[in-house]
């Protein structure tokens, strides 16, 4: 059986390269992973998915994900755009990005969790052409509530993917990601 990830983000977000790094991580654990972008009318702020899945066994499907096991939202204005709750099994977990800790989707999801990401972002300089860089530690928050690929292999990911200091401040973020994320409250 395999476990199935959507991440929601803009284009220029990184959720590609979440899903990447993910997979990547969870390859690093001896598991079996894939990860892919779906692109429709890409530009920068466009609302983009990426897939991911992991497994302990080799995984044999290769489509869209349309009813993951957890979704991974990197920014809490798409809940506007973007009917997220569908995309996530009744008893999914969702994973989101935001400042607000009083969220209410009044979908009957309620193992919604929340990080601010941008605040991490910021206070570590991950800015890209005026973006604050919240992948990293939604990777982090991620391992913290699900435990599926550890804290240790999303870091060492990490920095494979990005050496030097670069690498060192997205780490950084997956870290205190990993102890902030929280339950929101509704």
């Known amino acids: 059986m395999y476990v199935e990830i959507i991440f929601h983000g803009r284009g220029g977000q990184g959720a590609v390269t979440a899903a990447n790094v993910l997979a990547g991580a969870a390859v690093r654990e001896g ?10 009318a890409e530009r920068r702020g466009a609302p983009v998915r990426a897939y991911a899945r992991i497994s302990d066994e080799p995984i044999s499907r290769h489509s869209q994900i349309y009813a993951a096991d957890i979704a991974v939202v990197l920014d809490d204005k798409l809940f506007e755009l973007v009917d997220i709750v569908s995309t996530v099994k009744k008893d999914g977990v969702i994973i989101v ?5 009083k969220i209410d989707l009044d979908k009957g999801k309620r193992n919604l969790y929340c990080v601010d990401a941008v605040s991490i972002a910021k206070e570590l300089g991950l800015i890209v052409a005026g973006w604050p860089v919240v992948n990293t530690a939604m990777l982090g928050a991620f391992s913290a509530l699900t435990g599926i690929v550890s804290l240790e292999s999303i870091v060492e990911e990490i920095k494979a993917n990005w050496p030097g200091k670069t690498g060192e401040a997205n780490a950084e973020a997956a870290r205190r990601a990993y102890k902030l994320v929280s339950k929101c409250g509704v």
């Open 31 to 40: 598991k079996w992973s894939q990860a892919f972008p779906h692109f429709g």
């Open 97 to 101: 990005n935001t400042a607000e800790q």
